[in-house]
């Protein structure tokens, strides 16, 4: 199957820093990402659609000037998590649907602690 | 309650079966899915199913689909300890366009 992955794998960082996700197909195109967020022992949330060349697209509730999302090409999105703060703490997760394989593939995840 | 529900924890011996269920609200997916994750990991595929199947097996994997009753079931045959994660189901609901909405997890926890 293909391969999506994310990095870094873990950071922890100071209260009102930014931080900045990265989720890149490693073998496939992919003109759409979507980002998740997991809270322990919980489901993931859709946090937003990411789009190659255009604006991302959230899901209610979620402050698109928090969560900066640029998908520069075709094989890369990010996300910026601007002035953390400790309730920015979770498990941010991006996938990528692969449109032969007919699913979404994951990236492993990268777990956010802010102190 | 939830658009995709599922029971939150399922603890069975190693070499039974283990059936986690979980039931939507509405589907438009042509495929539904079963994740599994394993601690501090992304979610891996196990095995999905066509909408206008009710059923498929995969190895030890059973996939049972009703899609009037909107439920769907996964079985794992002779439960190994490496089995235990927290499963997830997941559908494009109806009104969704791509996006998969993932079920409350289940835990399953195998015991020897």
């Known amino acids: 199957g293909a391969v999506v992955s994310q990095h870094p794998s873990w950071v922890i960082c100071k209260s009102g820093t930014s931080v900045k996700i990265e989720c890149r197909s490693l073998d496939f195109q992919a003109t759409t990402m979507f980002w998740y967020r997991q809270f322990p022992k919980q489901s993931l949330m859709l946090m937003a659609t990411s789009n190659e060349g255009s604006k991302a697209t959230y899901e209610q509730g979620v402050e698109k000037d928090k969560f900066l999302i640029n998908h520069a090409s075709l094989t890369l999105s990010t996300l910026t998590v601007t002035s953390a703060h400790p309730e920015d703490s979770s498990f941010y997760i991006c996938?990528?649907?692969?449109?032969?394989?007919?699913?979404?593939?994951f990236g492993p995840g990268t777990r956010l602690t802010v102190l | 309650g939830e658009d995709v529900e599922q029971s939150l924890f399922l603890s069975v011996r190693e070499g039974d079966s283990s059936v986690i269920n979980c039931t939507y609200t509405?589907?438009?997916?042509?495929?539904l899915y079963w994740y599994k994750q394993e601690p501090g990991a992304g979610l891996q595929l196990l095995t999905y199913?066509?909408?206008?199947?009710d059923m498929k097996q995969d190895q030890r994997l059973t996939v049972l689909l009703n899609k009037k009753d909107k439920h769907l079931s996964l079985r794992i045959a002779d439960t190994q300890t490496g089995d235990s994660a927290i499963y997830f189901c997941?559908?494009?609901?109806?009104?969704?366009?791509?996006?998969?909405?993932f079920g409350t997890g289940t835990q399953l926890k195998v015991e020897l």
């Open positions: 199913i066509f909408s206008n199947m």
């Open positions: 509405d589907s438009s997916s042509t495929y």
């Open positions: 997941a559908v494009i609901l109806t009104g969704g366009g791509n996006k998969l909405t």
């Open positions: 996938s990528a649907p692969h449109q032969t394989y007919n699913e979404q593939f």
